[in-house]
């Protein structure tokens, strides 16, 4: 059993910045995959970025590209998430993942256990 537990959400202007942290518990992450996955209001849940826990290799989504940027801290078992330039369309709650394995990849369903989720509002 892994629990995660996210955190840094928050109320922000457009043009603004927020760093998540997924905090993880309960095993070793030794070949473990970190994904960060948002749903809106009304839409389905999508990939946002996604990282390799050992090798660094790292996925994003087109849409936060250049401005969002996943990270980890091996000692600490936790993985952040950089956002930078928010825009209104960001606005959903983000969700922390992990999966059993070292590639990052972009599908929900690939991932085995799950965190609680931040609430993160950008008004424009």
């Known amino acids: 059993q892994v629990q995660l537990v996210e955190s840094g959400g928050g109320l922000v202007q457009a043009g603004d910045s927020l760093r998540l942290s997924c905090a993880a518990s309960?095993?070793?992450?030794?070949?473990?995959?970190m994904g960060w996955f948002r749903q809106a209001p009304g839409k389905e849940r999508e990939f946002v970025a996604a990282?390799?826990?050992?090798?660094?290799?790292?996925n994003y989504a087109d849409s936060v590209k250049g401005r969002f940027t996943i990270s980890r801290d091996n000692a600490k078992n936790t993985v952040y998430l950089q956002m930078n330039s928010l825009k209104p369309e960001d606005t959903a709650v983000y969700y922390c993942?992990?999966?059993?394995?070292?590639?990052?990849?972009?599908?929900?369903?690939?991932?085995?256990?799950w965190g609680q989720g931040t609430q993160v509002t950008v008004s424009s």
């Open positions: 993942a992990v999966r059993g394995g070292s590639t990052p990849h972009i599908e929900s369903w690939k991932y085995d256990y």
């Open positions: 309960g095993r070793t992450f030794s070949s473990y995959t």
């Open positions: 990282i390799s826990w050992n090798g660094g290799t790292t």
